[in-house]
Structure formats: C-alpha cells, structure tokens
C-alpha cells in the first residue's frame, strides 16, 4: 500500500507520534522548542511555499516524538504567509496525532482567541502556559488547573530556564493520543468568542498583570524621542565597530593558518600543477571565503542578543517611518540590517513580512546592502584608488569611501525597493502594519548559540559548495589548455623559466579567451581581459574576485603580486601598454560591485523562498543592467576630473 | 471547508451597529486611556486589529509615539503594539 501525503504535514517516520507546536510570535515557542529539543532539529522547507519548516525528535518515556514547530501566528485566519501555513497543517488533521498550543500567560485573553480556533480543527490538544513566572512577578495569576477544567485540555505551566516544566511537558508528549480532545468547539465570532474567553478567563481565576515596570522604565529612556535616536545610533555603530573591529585579529589567524597551510602544500607536494591545484585553488579558495566566518558568527551572535533582549523590535518601531518612505515597514529594517553582513540571512528575515508584496520588494533590495563579502574587494580597490595618507584631521579619504560605498548601497536598496513596491502586483489588499514589543528580557545563551550555529554551518555549506567548485573551475580554465615543452620553444619560451612558462600559459588559456571574447561588453568601463575574468568568476561569489586577481597577479609574478596588480597594463588593444588600474577603471569596478548581483547563493536563497526561479532571473537582470549602467556613469565622470 | 474559511464569516461590531459618541483611536492623547468601542468597517484588516487583542468593551491606552511621528504604541490586553496611524484610525473608542 503506499501512502500519499498531500499537504504540508507529511509524517518523516511512519508509527511515530507527531505533534504541531502552534502559537502567535513571541509566545515562547521557539525557547520551548530549543528547549525540548535541543541542536537535534531538522529545518526544510514547505513544498511550494517559502517558510522554513522545523522539526525535531524529542526522546520520552515511550520513545521519540516528532515535534514540528509551526511559524507563529496570531490568527488561523491567515494574513501571511506564515500563517496560511498553519491553517494548512491543522487542516490537514489526520497527519498529527496532536497540537501543542503555546500560550503566553501574561495575555492569555488574546492566546484564548486562538485556542478557540486551534480548537476548531478537532485534534487531540494540550495548552503549555508560558511566562507563568513574569504574570506572577508583574502582579497577575491564574489557576492552570481551574483553566484546564474550564477548557477540557491538559493544560501545562512551564516557566523559563526551569527544567521542570520541560520534564513535566516531556512526560505528556509521550502519549498524544491519549490527550483530550476538545469537549466542545468554542466560538470563534467576535461577540461569541469575547464572551467565551471572559467566562474561561473567571473560572481560571485570571488576573491580568500589571504592565511591566521595568520595560516602561526601559521605554521611557530607549524610545525617548531624543535619548532613544541617540542610543539607537550609537547602537547601530556598535553593531558594526564589532563585526569589523572585533573580528578582525580572528580573520587574521584564519588567514595565517591557511597562508601556512598553503606553503606546507607548496613545499611538499613535488608535482608543479598539483602543488599550485592544492595551494592556490584548494586551500586558497576556501581559506578566500572562511575569512568571513567570524563576522558572520558575530553578526548572528549580535542580532540574536538584540532579538532576545526585545530591542530589535524597538529598532523596527523607530525605523518605521523612514522604511515607509519606500513603503516598506519597520521589520524590513532588520531584513536590510542583517542584509549588511550578507543577504542570505537578510532574504531569510522577510518572513517575519506578513505581506507578499513586502517580502518581495525586500528581498529585490537586500542584495544591494553592503555585504561583507564585497569588503575585501572594496578594501582591495580603495587602497588602488587613494593612499592611506591621504586624509584631513580624522577623517581618511579611505574610510570617507568606504563610507560612502556603504550609503550608496542603502539608498539604492531604499530605491529598488520602492520601485517593486510599486510595480508588483497592485491588487493585493493593503494589509495593516501591527508590531507586538515584547518585555524586555535576558536573552537565552542556548536560543543565541543555537541561531549562531545554524548560520555558520549554512555559511560553510555554501564555501564546501559553490565557493569550492568556483575556484576549482577557475583555476582550470587559469591552467589550461597545459603547454608542452615543445610549445613553449614554437613560442620563443623558456622552458626553465618558471616565471615566463605561467605567464604564457595564462596569456593563453581557456579563462583568457573567455576575458576576451567579453572584451566588447566591459571595455567601456576600462576593464581588461583579466579584469573581466575576475569580474566574471565573482558572478558565483563576490569574494572570488580578489583570489582570481591574485591567482592572475602571483602568476605574472609570484614573488610580489601586489606590485604587479597595480602595475598591470593593457597588453592588446587600443589601450596597450597603459595601466590598467587607472582611477576612471577602479571607480567603475566599485561602482560595478554595489550593483551587481554576483552571488550564486543569494540566487539560489530567493528561489527557494519565493518557490520560482522567476524573481532570481529578474534580480539578476536588473542588478547587472544598473551594474553595467552606473559602472559606465562612474568611469565617465572620474574621468573628467582626472 | 477549511479553517480559513470557517472564519471568514465572522464579524467585527462597527460603528453603524453603535450608536455612541466615539473617536478615533489616533485621536488619543498620548498617555491616555480609553475604551475600545468598535471599528469603522468591517474588512480583513479589522478582524485582525480584534484578533490582535482590540476587543471592544477592553480598556486601551496610548503610550507614546516614534520620534518621526509615525507609528503609536498601545496598550491593550496586556501588551503594548504598535500601529501606524492609518489603522489606528479604524479603531473607535470612547470620547
């Protein structure tokens, strides 16, 4: 017999319990969720749609129970994409054997309204009640026994950082189906469902709690008009005085060790082509892109404290009104904040939009965010294009340009992302802009690890992949075709001479053909042949560009590349024998590098979470049109000052 | 039918059904509290202001709003929201 699953909520094991975590946001399920089941969960995503799907086994009693932890939802009558998916999976009834609904204590009238329409699907149902300790601290109570009597379900308290709640709620996920199912189903119309959770909220004995007094103090400094701009800046120049300055010394022995890695393979290994494959394809191209693990790790490590304290909501809120100058909303801030150390997680952070149209208009914008991986080649080419010397005061030419790529990168995302906002699709209902601000609280160490560790290993996926594979095709197409002795004596070469044997062999290899069979596209922009090989490998990754200028530049000589990067010239064309990095050139290359879209990976993350490939493809073309567009402008107006 | 559209035919209280001197929830004076009454229409976008917890009969009050004017920040059920002011204004509550 074979079994076809439809919806959303295919079982993994077959005989396993499986049960749906369900909740609105910040009710504390993805704690309870960590908690339950610590680094052993499993993320995909739903067939079709772009929401990550979480799950995990959860050792009890009577063996392992699959728990999915569905994304959070106020409502099951959906407004996001998020939500559609719950509706969905609890639809798709005969699939779980229960639904675990996450309550948050301090706000159980609203949590009651979704009860009722959880309720609505029939399932076997438990309530875990959150936060029970902050409703008592804050002056609130409730009486779970006399909830769970007045709502026929099991009903269990956990409180943060206690394993005793987590045991108790072990226990009971044993058996889902002995769980009650509901008696009745509660009103779900709006007089009908107030009037039900009224009368639950008095046999519970409920009372609300009083507003939080620290997060009202907390408030009235963070968000004060003035004060909170001033923090919320000084904020933001932490944040990145971190990312840069902190982990600058451990991208520094990263570099190191595998500098010392590639020498080893240098000095041992005998065969000339394999030893330059291991050392500069091998373990350069991957130790080019590990560099960037510790920015990335502390990014993570950053925007988690700030989500887990309740600040990053507080940033949406004061950055609102400026997002709606592009009409987009305060939480497409964090998608662009995170978008600066790299778009693959900010792409991701579109699914707290409820609106399609937002996402969308998002994730258009985020590739224009000044990545990381665009920093080395920035730094690369500033330090071409102005002299560390060069400055006024304390303020250098160097950083005032780097400074300026960077604001150059946010106002072209502002823009792209108000053009989409307009162009997409104009019939969708405007759907209304709501932000819940969570308590402060001390965020949870294993929430934050946890987050850190599941983007550094998506990070490293992507250099043992598409980076690898890059470098490795690269230095192939840099090597071959390989030339014979014979070869290079027809070509007037010295067979001994190491330096001119590689020189020719790049001049005349497969990448340079490719260099200049796109000749007539860049050389508008000043670029070279072997510019437009850089240029073209970093379409799969930006920060290839910097290893394939250094593979070309180690191979017209190795001794020194730097020197013979900045001293490289035209060797063809109308332009032979000037230099090629000339001020017109670099300021097109910078400029080419905030617009373009040269990241396989960004590419392939906007395909998954959109589900087509239709918006990578327009992405692509319109970064590379502007790219090629502003590249063209920069060129043309240094020009006419040098 | 699925759970969505069991919902779809609930229903907010709007201010045809009222007949009550209300004002708009925009309209609050920071640091003042009020009682939601009901809402202008009746659409998707109220239904989800009722099932964000803006539930007439319940006690709101305006905290405080950004320092560039727009959005505001509520309580109401037991947390603080916050709105732009577009539907803020869909709210009625007590003058």
């Known amino acids: 017999m074979t079994h076809h699953h439809h919806g959303p909520a295919a079982p993994t094991q077959p005989g396993v319990g499986r049960v749906a975590l369900v909740g609105s946001p910040n009710a504390g399920k993805t704690t309870l969720f960590n908690g339950l089941t610590g680094l052993r969960a499993k993320t995909g995503n739903y067939p079709g749609v772009t929401v990550a799907r979480y799950e995990g086994a959860v050792e009890t009693t009577a063996g392992p129970v699959v728990v999915e932890d569905l994304p959070g939802a106020y409502s099951l ?61 804050r002056g609130g109570r409730v009486d779970h026994e006399a909830l769970s009597r007045a709502l026929g379900v099991n009903v269990i308290p956990v409180v943060a950082g206690e394993r005793r ?71 933001m120049y932490l944040f990145f005085q971190t990312i840069f300055v902190v982990a600058a010394p451990l991208q520094g022995w990263i570099e190191e060790g595998f500098a010392w890695l590639g020498e080893i393979a240098r000095t041992n290994i005998p065969i000339g082509w394999l030893s330059s494959f291991v050392a500069d394809a091998l373990i350069g191209g991957v130790g080019g892109v590990l560099v960037f693990l510790p ?55 579109t699914r707290t939009l409820p609106s399609a149209k937002d996402r969308l208009a998002t994730m258009m914008a985020a590739p224009l965010m000044t990545c990381s991986a665009r920093l080395p080649v920035y730094v690369l080419l500033v330090g071409m294009l102005v002299s560390p010397e060069l400055g006024w005061g304390p303020f250098r030419a160097q950083g005032t340009i780097m400074f300026g790529l960077y604001l150059l990168g946010a106002a072209s995302a502002m823009t792209a992302a108000w053009f989409f906002k307009r162009v997409i699709g104009r019939s969708s209902v405007g759907l209304p802009f709501y932000m819940e601000m969570p308590s402060y609280r001390l965020p949870k160490l294993k929430t934050v690890g946890i987050s850190v560790w599941d983007s550094c290993k998506a990070f490293l996926r992507k250099v043992t992949s598409i980076i690898l594979l890059t470098t490795v095709v690269l230095w192939t197409l840099l090597n071959l075709p390989v030339r014979s002795t014979s070869d290079l004596l027809e070509a007037g070469v010295d067979p001994s001479d190491q330096v001119a044997v590689t020189a020719y062999t790049l001049d005349h290899s497969a990448a340079a053909w490719i260099g200049h069979a ?27 560009f910097v290893s394939t200028l250094g593979q070309i530049a180690s191979a017209s000589d190795p001794e020194n590349p730097a020197e013979a990067l900045a001293t490289m010239t035209h060797d063809s064309g109308p332009h032979e024998g000037e230099p090629v990095f000339t001020a017109p050139t670099i300021a097109a290359l910078l400029i080419f590098f905030v617009y373009a879209m040269q990241c396989m990976a960004t590419l392939g993350v906007m395909r998954r979470e959109t589900g087509t490939w239709k918006w990578s493809l327009i992405a692509f073309g319109y970064l590379s049109v502007a790219a090629w567009l502003m590249a063209l402008l920069a060129h043309t107006v240094v020009g006419l000052f040098v | 039918m699925t759970l969505a559209e069991r919902f779809a035919s609930r229903r907010c209280i709007t201010a045809q059904a009222l007949a009550q001197a209300t004002q708009a929830l925009d309209a609050l004076p920071a640091g003042e509290a009020s009682c939601i009454v009901g809402f202008d229409t009746d659409d998707v976008v109220t239904r989800r202001l009722f099932d964000l917890g803006f539930v007439p009969g319940e006690p709101v009050e305006r905290l405080r709003r950004a320092p560039l004017g727009d959005p505001l920040m509520f309580r109401v059920g037991g947390i603080e929201i916050v709105l732009r002011r577009a539907e803020a204004h869909r709210i009625l509550v007590a003058a």
């Not at chain 1, 719950?86 to 309204?113: F, Q, Y």
Request: charged share 20%; with cysteine.
């Open chain 1, 77 to 137: 009558d959906p407004i996001s994409p998020d939500e559609e998916i719950v509706a969905a999976v609890l639809d798709e009834a005969d699939s779980l054997s229960g639904v675990l609904l996450v309550i948050d204590a301090t706000n159980l009238r609203r949590g009651l309204g979704l009860v009722a329409q959880v309720m609505q699907a029939g399932l076997p149902t438990a309530v875990v009640l959150t936060f029970v300790d902050e409703l008592v601290r």
């Open chain 1, 295 to 349: 920015q990335i790790a502390l990014l993570f490590v950053l925007i988690s404290l700030l989500e887990g304290t309740g600040y990053l909501s507080r940033a949406a809120y004061l950055m609102d009104r400026i997002m709606s100058t592009a009409g987009l909303e305060g939480r497409a801030f964090v998608a662009l904040l995170s978008s600066l150390a790299c778009a693959i997680p900010g792409i991701m952070a």
């Open chain 1, 518 to 544: 796109v000749e007539p596209v860049f050389e508008p922009l000043g670029f070279d042949w072997r510019v437009n090989v850089g240029v073209l490998s970093s379409l799969a990754a930006r920060e290839v």
């Open chain 1, 165 to 235: 709640g987590v045991e108790a709620l072990r226990e009971v996920l044993a058996d889902p189906g002995s769980w009650d199912e509901p008696p009745f189903a509660p009103p779900t119309e709006p007089d009908a469902v107030t009037g039900w959770a009224g009368s639950v909220l008095k046999s519970a004995h409920y009372s609300q709690p009083d507003p939080d007094s620290r997060t009202g103090r907390l408030d009235s400094i963070l968000l004060h008009p003035i004060w909170g701009t001033v923090i919320f800046f000084a904020t």
